[in-house]
């Protein structure tokens, strides 16, 4: 009789002690996982956005394309007024005209003097006559440039796509005035897509690049697969600011709860599903769940751009 009370004290002492030992390996868990596991939230979809300008300066005179249409390289955005640049190209042709029969004039010349003897025409003569053809020859030639940049420019008042692309926040209006060089059209360049993660700096060791990585779109549904590209090597120092002489100006205060600085990862996607939109800025969550040898199941499938209507 007791044996049975000490038995029952040592499962209650034993029932602890397992208790103890799976809450502390819990929570060491937990601490691994939040402060060292190389995952954050705090994830950005980012592409490359190419801003669009005018090389000729002008009013625009035609808009062919709305806000966030599917463009392809080469279509045109938007055109400028063509007025004064096929005066131009006009001007330009009458002036190569007239060089051109200058030039002739002056080597028809030319070739009198060289037939003429010395005792007709001096040297000095025949010099001023090739000297004078030679001045037409390169007139002729500066002429050419001339209709050739006035034609390069005329071509240039239809402005169009570099990348495939959607046009986006469109604010161009017909009978808008554009300089030249200014940004007029945002384009969202489509093969551009990838997400940064910000990652805590203590969760930098776990990361290597080449390693694949999960990614989840906030409302997106299933996860996208992907690979670390590239890990930024430098970050703002809030803490110091160029001084007087070129001399680092340090805050002198100090904190003594320390945040850890957030680290940009650029992540490359493998697979996007065709019904999966995506766009610049959307919230993503990113793991990176292997070593940089890692591989995952599923073959990768590259979303394709629909085609434009009417192709």
Do not use: C
Request: proline share 4%.
């Amino acid at each position: 009789m007791t044996l049975l009370p000490s038995f029952r004290a040592l499962a209650r002492i034993a029932v602890t002690l397992l208790v103890t030992v799976a809450a502390v390996g819990a929570g060491l868990w937990l601490w691994d996982y939040y402060m060292n596991e190389p995952w954050t939230r705090d994830g950005r979809v980012r592409a490359d956005i190419v801003q669009i300008s005018s090389d000729v300066a002008g009013l625009v005179t035609d808009v062919r394309v709305a806000d966030n249409q599917l463009v392809r390289k080469g279509d045109v955005l938007f055109a400028v007024d063509p007025g004064r640049y096929r005066l131009a190209v006009e001007q330009a042709q009458a002036n190569l005209d007239s060089a051109k029969a200058d030039l002739a004039y002056r080597t028809a010349e030319a070739h009198r003097y060289e037939q003429l003897g010395t005792n007709v025409v001096s040297t000095a003569q025949k010099q001023e006559v090739m000297s004078a053809m030679a001045k037409a020859a390169a007139a002729s030639k500066q002429a050419e440039a001339a209709l050739d940049l006035a034609r390069f420019n005329l071509d240039r008042t239809e402005v169009k796509a570099t990348v495939d692309g959607y046009v986006t926040n469109l604010q161009m209006k017909t009978g808008n005035y554009v300089a030249a060089g200014q940004a007029v059209v945002a384009l969202i360049d489509s093969h551009s897509f990838y997400v940064m993660g910000y990652f805590e700096e203590t969760k930098l060791p776990r990361i290597h690049v080449g390693a694949p990585v999960s990614v989840r779109i906030m409302g997106g549904g299933a996860d996208l697969r992907g690979r670390v590209d590239s890990i930024t090597r430098a970050i703002v120092d809030r803490d110091r600011a160029e001084g007087t002489g070129l001399v680092a100006n340090v805050n002198p205060t100090f904190n003594w709860v320390r945040l850890a600085q957030r680290i940009p990862v650029r992540i490359a996607l493998d697979e996007v599903p065709q019904s999966l939109q995506l766009v610049a800025g959307r919230t993503a969550t990113v793991s990176v769940i292997g070593p940089p040898d890692g591989t995952y199941n599923g073959t990768p499938k590259v979303a394709q751009l629909p085609a434009p209507a009417g192709q």
